[in-house]
């Protein structure tokens, strides 16, 4: 069964400074999940999430009330402060720190949650090899805070040793023993990559970030041991450790350190690579699992608890998949079209957060690049109390009242689809691209002349052999994991079911029909995509995706060239333009040209003019 996410509003007083590094992280989290933020808790919020958890000292919390806190680090030094933090770890209904030495204490209180925190990985990374013969630069990050958990005394301290001297020393942030400026944030990357190596002398610390952020820059570090997540740390050249507040054993680093650089064996991208998990994704992803275990309901308050509860009660309803910013604003208009043409009819979303607009959200991780798994696995993510469920694309919408595919379920019909567009209705069409797809639908099928159902329409009803058919179709998807036609075709002739199969006015793309659509459900088919090229094979497979969506959000954007421009010739021969708008060049005498030039799909047309390209 799906995890419910709860309504979270996270409570940050310095959200508006942008300049602090926890106001950053506390944007960051409420623009990628859509909870609200606020300098005051919010009492019609399930959860209040106090970020840290010092901004919840004056705060009375009532009996039954879900509250959160995010501990950043414990003041050993300041006996008031330790205290502080045990009251506010005893008070709260769950725990997230990012330090796993911290983690150990606060689960005596209770649920805690281990988060990793984001680093912008695009901003902080390596900028040019230091020139040869130049004075090695070494470099300290922060602001000093009363009880002097920076360690800028330690600095003081070991400045006078010789190892010291081997270095030329700057400082950025305010009190440090060593001419120190303040600079923008914008700024900060630069800074790191003006170094050779970043010391980091804090006795006391969370995370800290000016490590990540020069191991992300390719800069080599000296590190305290026992602080913050330092000791998670791999084991690499340029990573050298010392004892938290040993003077001695730090001199003792800075010679190691120089040595290393001047050896050449401090590697950039080693040192870079450290620094993989700490990304957006990760940060919120850890979050969401954590409030998901503290069991809060998804309602956040009783209007909307009023919504889901008639939701869930009205028997029928429309289920989609939303997965990405592209595919969550396509439902946004999904549902804004059904309450135009279906008022009352009850709309669930599966995304991995919350979807406001959604009469019912459902939680689901986002497991592949299209969605697929959650749209596989409708029967068991769409309430369970709705008899009839139609699933639709998150890149469609009603043009109409679509109260006749609820009632085609009610009468008896096990399964409504539709078959794909003219010129594409036969299976052979889609499979002809596919090997592995092929090889299956004839074992399964015997045949690559059936009928091509399409997927972004599909209405059921619950009974045991719809449940065997949705059962065999996830199955069936995940053995390539790539389109889900082929899969959906092979679980219907493996778990026949009573299939009612409609034309494409239920499920129309641009170009089906000439003009203003005549379609029932109009299907913009593409901007919920989040990445329109991929040939890496299964969409299952997390890390390639996510590997070629970071690259794709690295290409330069679009940019225009003269419309006189011609494409490269193509020798002799036709264009055919498809009633979708698809082009295809075929030379006579050939095959294609047959097929084209037979075809009342096909038309041929002139030249296409090059308007713009991507570059």
């Known amino acids: 069964m799906a995890t419910s996410v709860p309504k979270v509003h996270i409570v940050c007083r310095t959200l508006a400074d942008t300049e602090r590094i926890l106001s950053r992280m506390a944007n960051l989290l409420s623009s990628a999940t859509g909870w609200s933020v606020g300098a005051r808790p919010d009492p019609n919020a399930v959860v209040n999430y106090w970020f840290p958890y010092l901004e919840m000292r004056k705060q009375p919390i009532e009996d039954g009330q879900f509250t959160a806190a995010y501990f950043t680090h414990r003041e050993d030094i300041l006996p008031a402060k330790v205290q502080i933090w045990r009251n506010q770890a005893a008070k709260v209904s769950l725990r997230l720190t990012s330090a796993a030495q911290y983690a150990t204490d606060l689960s005596q209180h209770g649920l805690t949650r281990l988060v990793t925190p984001p680093l912008d990985r695009r901003a902080f990374s390596p900028g040019r090899p230091r020139s040869p013969g130049a004075p090695f630069v070494a470099g300290v990050s922060g602001y000093r805070y009363s009880g002097g958990r920076k360690g800028e005394a330690l600095l003081a301290q070991v400045l006078m040793s010789t190892q010291a001297e081997a270095f030329e020393w700057r400082a950025i942030g305010r009190g440090w023993p060593v001419k120190t400026r303040l600079l923008p944030q914008r700024d900060v990357p630069d800074w790191y990559r003006s170094l050779d190596l970043f010391v980091c002398t804090s006795l006391i610390e969370g995370i ?185 694309d998150a890149d469609t919408e009603l043009t109409a009242d679509i109260s006749f595919l609820f009632d085609a379920l009610a009468d008896g019909w096990d399964l409504v689809a539709t078959k794909d567009q003219d010129g594409y209705d036969l299976i052979f069409s889609l499979w002809r691209r596919d090997a592995a797809e092929m090889r299956l639908g004839r074992q399964a099928i015997g045949s690559d002349r059936a009928l091509q159902l399409a997927g972004g329409v599909v209405g059921f009803r619950r009974s045991e052999a719809v449940a065997r058919f949705l059962e065999r179709w996830y199955a069936e998807w995940k053995v390539l994991a790539r389109r889900d036609q082929g899969a959906l075709l092979r679980a219907l002739y493996a778990e026949p079911v009573r299939l009612l199969v409609l034309g494409c006015e239920w499920n129309s793309f641009v170009g089906v029909f000439k003009g203003e659509t005549a379609g029932i459900i109009h299907h913009r088919g593409g901007p919920a995509r989040r990445l329109h090229k991929w040939s890496a094979g299964r969409l299952d497979d997390t890390a390639a995706w996510q590997k070629a969506l970071a690259g794709a959000g690295r290409r330069r954007p679009l940019r225009r060239i003269r419309e006189e421009r011609k494409p490269r010739l193509r020798g002799k021969g036709s264009w055919f333009v498809h009633r979708t708008g698809a082009r295809q060049f075929a030379a006579p005498g050939t095959k294609a040209y047959e097929r084209l030039a037979g075809s009342a799909a096909w038309q041929q047309a002139p030249e296409p003019e090059l308007t713009e390209v991507t570059a």
């Not at 000296?222 to 050249?237: A, H, K, R, S, T």
């Not at 507040?245 to 040595?259: I, M, Q, S």
């Not at 279906?342 to 959200?361: C, H, K, N």
């Open 208 to 392: 800290p970030y000016p490590v990540l952020e020069a191991l992300a820059c390719g800069v080599p570090v000296v590190i305290p041991c026992g602080v913050g997540l330092l000791d998670e740390l791999p084991e690499v050249p340029g990573i050298v450790r010392y004892d938290r507040g040993d003077a001695p054993a730090l001199a003792h680093a800075l010679r190691k350190a120089g040595e290393l650089i001047a050896s050449g064996e401090c590697e950039r991208e080693t040192l870079r690579a450290t620094t993989e998990r700490f990304t957006v994704e990760a940060w919120v992803s850890g979050h969401i699992d954590a409030f998901a275990a503290l069991g809060a309901p998804e309602k956040a308050t009783a209007e909307q608890a009023a919504r889901a509860e008639r939701a869930r009660g009205a028997g029928r309803g429309i289920f989609a998949v939303a997965y990405g910013e592209p595919a969550r604003n396509c439902a946004e208009r999904l549902i804004a079209s059904v309450r135009r043409h279906m008022p009352g009819v009850p709309v669930a979303v599966a995304s991995e957060r919350p979807l406001p607009s959604a009469d019912i959200s459902v939680a689901h991780p986002d497991a592949d690049l299209g969605g697929r798994t959650a749209k596989t696995k409708m029967w068991e993510l769409a309430p369970a109390q709705w008899r009839e469920v139609l699933y639709l």
